[in-house]
């Protein structure tokens, strides 16, 4: 089986290139990350095309650096840069065997006894690499998807019949590898000793939770045509006690890999058993090989439907999001940037005419501006800096990591010093929308709101930054106050329509004020009973689960003692009218504190 733990490294050059160039600055890169993979700040990572000493990856205790085969990585490593989640993606099997060797940095704890090579040690090492991912996915759970890219890798390698060949691109490879495959196959032959390291490399995965039942069941049905399925029971007790088996107990894992090759029927001294030889032509691969294979190749189909479905998902939601801010910003051209006549006694969504503030409602404007200031006060808070030089508090874990960087050759990234400063955080600006229902049963309505739109805007105009629209919508959308203006006369309406345009309503505010875009506190105010037509209430309720999904509070002002509000948003039911600014500026207030 091919190591994937050098317990003792010979004095000479290990094989392969030495990282130079973009593979030193990648090295650099993965030692950086191998940090938290590993919960160790003392490891080195060195990423070049021939590293691993013949496998994908490999762990050297003694030396506390972990190579990898850069022939995995599939990409140009000038392109790379694994300190970004995103950027993993495009590799996800040679960051998935970092992470396999990280799990052995981590939890192999043990070293095999030196001396002549025995069925046992293999046996007891081929536990431990389910052992470590069970123990792995236990501590960080999202390693999962990792370990799982990397099984066809390292699997791979351990039944390639030539010594350091490297495995052959597998379904769901970003880019195919040639220069590296060679076009090799898997040599896998049908006797007890290739069907039992077959059943630790892929069944034991199983169980271990990396790979689902479903993906393997053709193998096991193998494995049991050749062992038994009374020896494969046997077997799958051994791991199972190797899962719950202590980093550090080398007698125990020594002794199951005794009881392994027991079980199997072979001298557990002797070396693990060879190939026996061929004769005459070539012959295709055995049904075990071809089982194996299949295993791999169910595991990276659904892999790869997995993240095509995500990727497909992502896009539609994007095309979905898009589709919806260019309603937006239609809308608000239409409602906000109209250029023929808003006023007048007759049609539908009437807007009336004007009038002078009174006395009271300039009074609520200076009394609700100081409300939203003492909303919008911050307390000093404190950040944290590091820097690679003094001053600031040393951090070992940072400096030693920052050591590991220079042994490898790599310009140190790790800041090792860290200082607080406390400083002011500004008041996060403030957008309030306010949508209006001008039906017939709203008639009630249409007086306090229109006193209520004047308020917010003028107070609004005293807090820096922030801006309120209000619109009345019926039959029609029409504005009461504009995004950002400072109205000198409060604008009065009728409510006599017949119908709702709330969707439109809704898209005007959004495109106008950014209620959808994180960075600043916003507030949607709907003033209505909610009683609209079937397509205005489903569209509606998109519109407002995007909103509040985006961060918007949502407040819905009932009226008239029956309403309907969509979901998600918050009902107040007011039974004097007038009380209506008091209500808006409480959750103005509110949704400033929250920001």
Known sequence: MTAHIIAAPSAEPAPGTDPHGPWLRLSAAFTEAVADLADREDLTVTCAPGKGRGAPGCFIPAQATIELDGAHLGHDPRTCDPSRVSDRERYPALWGVLTHEAAHAHHTRWTPPHGTPAAHIDAALALEESRIEAAQIRRRPADRRWLRASASRLVLADFMPPAGTTPGPMPGDPTPRAAASGGATISATMTPWDA????????????????????????????????????????????????????????????????????IGIDPERPAPEPPPTSGEPSGPSPLAEAISGALRAVAKTDGASTSGAAEEKDDRRRREQAVREATERAARRVFRSTHS??????????????APR??????????????????????????????????????RAALAADAQRAAGAVPTAEPFTRTTRRHVPAPPLRIGIACDVSGSMVEASVPVASAAWILARAASHIPDARS?????GAKVRPVTHPGAVPATVTEFTACDSTEQFVQAVDALDGGLDLSRPGAARLLVVVSDGIFTAEQRRIGQKRIDRLTAAGCAVLWLNLTGRAYPMDGAHLLTLTNPAATVTAIGAAAARALRNA
């Open 359 to 396: 006395g009271d409602e300039q009074a609520a404007a200076r009394r609700l501006a100081r409300q939203l200031r003492a909303a919008a006060h911050r307390e000093r808070v404190a950040t944290v800096q590091t820097s690679p030089a003094p001053p600031g508090r040393l951090r070992m």
């Open 342 to 355: 808003e006023r007048g006694r007759h049609g539908p969504t009437a807007i009336i005419g004007t009038r």
């Open 469 to 473: 629209a209000t619109v009345i919508f």
């Open 196 to 263: 039992g390291r077959a059943a630790a490399l892929l069944l034991a995965r199983t169980d271990a939770g990396i790979l689902d039942h479903v993906e393997t069941k053709p193998l096991t049905e193998m494995i049991i045509k050749i062992l038994g399925e009374k020896r494969l029971n046997a077997l799958a007790d051994l791991w199972g006690i190797a899962h719950r088996t202590g980093d550090d107990d080398r007698e125990t894992m020594i002794d199951l890999g005794r009881r392994w090759c027991e079980i």
